[in-house]
């Protein structure tokens, strides 16, 4: 039997999971609402993505985020009766979720 | 020689009831996290190019679509958040010595690293 690259997708699958399940919801409640009511300083923000530990953080968000995505979209869509182009799927997945990664990196590095 | 036996299940089963429903709405929240990831990166790119531009991506930020999508994606990272603090016993069971910690303790006690979190998170941009 081929060795299988499930155990690495699934690894960042859970970690991407357990990442956004602790941090998404404030996130979004800074950008998406209390940055559009002016409540967030731009001293702060910029402060934060210059500092190495901030960088880092973004890229690691960016990064388990795509990924955990791509392993949970590649199954979905096989559950929706896609099974024939199984690996196209997880193809267009998993290369998607690292040309993401690839522009956090960019972002990330300012 | 038997014809193989044909796969029942229909290609749209999920929106039978509401288990399965919730079950695909779950799945499909990862979509929508990649998709804020998208906007959490432009923000960023914003606010690496100075103060001018941060400003003008807020008041896009503003925008009533902007806003609803927010909500939208705020609702999905929630379920998201909840069903996966729901799984982690099962996928992580923790003993202590012999006894195994039950598991409303391990959700429990996710529910409050999700509270610390958002409160650094919101200390650290403003407070």
């Given at each position: 039997m081929r060795r299988s690259s499930e155990p690495l997708f699934w690894s960042l699958f859970s970690a991407g999971g357990m990442l956004t399940a602790l941090l998404m919801p404030a996130l979004i409640l800074v950008t998406g609402f209390l940055a559009p009511a002016e409540w967030v300083e731009y001293e702060r923000l910029e402060a934060l993505v210059t500092n190495p530990l901030g960088r880092l953080v973004i890229f690691a968000v960016a990064f388990l985020t795509f990924f955990h995505w791509a392993h949970r979209f590649r199954h979905v869509l096989v559950e929706m009766g896609l099974r024939r182009f199984g690996l196209p799927i997880a193809v267009v997945c998993y290369v998607a979720a690292l040309a993401g990664s690839a522009w956090a990196g960019v972002v990330a590095l300012g | 020689m038997a014809a193989p036996y044909p796969r029942?299940?229909?290609?749209?089963?999920?929106?039978?009831?509401w288990p399965y429903r919730l079950f695909m709405l779950r799945e499909l929240s990862a979509v929508f996290l990649a998709l804020y990831t998208v906007l959490l990166l432009l923000l960023v790119t914003k606010v690496h190019a100075g103060p001018a531009a941060f400003a003008g991506y807020v008041h896009t930020l503003q925008s009533p679509l902007l806003i609803a999508v927010h909500v939208v994606v705020m609702a999905f990272a929630l379920l998201h958040s909840v069903t996966w603090f729901q799984a982690v016993p099962k996928g992580l069971p923790i003993r202590r010595g012999e006894e195994p910690v039950p598991p409303q303790l391990v959700i429990g006690a996710n529910y409050v690293l999700l509270l610390a979190v958002t409160v650094i998170v919101v200390v650290i941009v403003r407070v």
């Open positions: - | 029942q299940r229909s290609n749209t089963w999920y929106l039978a009831n």
